[in-house]
């Protein structure tokens, strides 16, 4: 069984949770190459980013500041397959708990239908500001 410091263990899980490095930067930018408006935050403290590895390959990273998750990427290879986003949305959620926050917020892309359907699954309600047509901000209770 693994643990992680921001997240309850999975047993038997693939996925592995590390704390990321200033050297996780290349490997971060190529999980988010092939997305559509990927947002790479210039100033994310690597104190709050989560990188998950399967074996000694990077597949996927998380970054939160306050009560906001700013990134959450998977590697496409890994997309789909429930271990790598689940595991990387706990461990932001639980940290951002543990700062004392009541809430998680996150902002996607209005049209993206996957991100929508994965963050519904997660118990995440959409916050719609008509003035922002472009985006949506997805908010969960903890």
């Not at 997309?79 to 949305?89: D, E, I, Q």
Request: proline share 6%; charged share 25%; glycine share 6%.
């Amino acid at each position: 069984m693994r643990t992680n410091l921001y997240s309850p263990p999975v047993p038997d899980s693939p996925v592995v949770l590390r704390g990321a490095t200033a050297g996780d930067k290349q490997a971060m930018l190529g999980i988010m190459q092939p997305h559509r408006n990927a947002y790479f935050p210039g100033k994310l403290d690597t104190r709050r980013v989560r990188i998950a590895m399967i074996g000694l390959d990077v597949v996927g990273f998380v970054g939160w500041d306050t009560d906001q998750v700013q990134a959450l990427y998977v590697a496409e290879a890994w997309r789909s397959k429930r271990l790598v986003g689940p595991a990387l949305l706990t461990a932001a959620e639980c940290a951002i708990r543990d700062a004392g926050h009541q809430q998680v917020r996150i902002m996607i892309n209005a049209d993206d239908d996957r991100a929508h359907r994965f963050y519904q699954k997660h118990d995440y309600e959409t916050a719609w500001d008509p003035r922002q047509n472009e985006i949506a901000w997805m908010t969960k209770r903890l």
